[in-house]
């Protein structure tokens, strides 16, 4: 027991708290109108999201994506995410974002937010930040995170950001193919890697990796339960019963929807716990407030 109903390792924070959006303003919109969710519910504060996690005695991961380099658009700071984390302890962990392409400013700046932000891992969004994961040029950041027990959680296949916009804003689906992840949990078998998402039109390599690098995880955010293809729900329930997690991509999709469509899916009883807190709680090291690790 882990004493949380779930753990989302998938909040997406959008707003800083003096108001600046995670996105330029027409990629904003246009994911706002991708995924149905209008005004001030696309873009929550830290403290409004602690309050929707608490509330359902549930635990968050929240982050935001730095891909300045590629956008031109200056990103939240992960630092004042992870300080707005601390003042609620036991509801949201914070992952911090570092633009790869910043090469060794993104190391020290990553290694600050585990060392002094209490930042217990990396959100990397590939097609945003228009980089390829294998590409040498990142090895180094992933070597700071393998070495502070960092986990790195990256967004693959299709993605709602740019989507529908002319060119796709030019954002290129290729580089979130999770196959490239390969190379990286081979380089770094001691770093925890979480593939985010159902992985379309690419899921039998999502399932490939994970199956093949026990380093590896799946989230199973910013889908519908409804929707999961079936070869998912297969390896969920069987060989990676134990490396699959919960995740919603709050606020594009609550976590009651999620759960809801979850409740109706083909999943084992004893595999449910699991999927839903069991196997984040050990991957984060993570327990209830007055409760022990081994309990
Ligand atoms: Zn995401």
Redesign the pocket.
Known sequence: MTGYAAIDM?V?VEVSADGHPSLPAHLMAASAAYFKVAGDARQPGVDEIAAYYRERRMAAVVFT?DAETATGHPPIASEEIADACAGHPGTLIPFGSVDPWRGRAAVRQARRLVERHGVRGF?F?PSLQAFSVNDRMAYPLYEQLEASGAIALF?SGQTGIGAGTPGGSGIRLRYANPLDLDDVAADFPDLRIVI??PSFPWQDEALAVATHKPNVHIDL??WSPKYFPPQLVRYANTLLADRVLFGS?FPVLTPDRWLADFAALDIRPEVRPKILHGNAARLLGLTAPGERADA
């Open positions: 998938h997406h994506v959100k969004h967004h985010a998402h955010s910013g991509d």
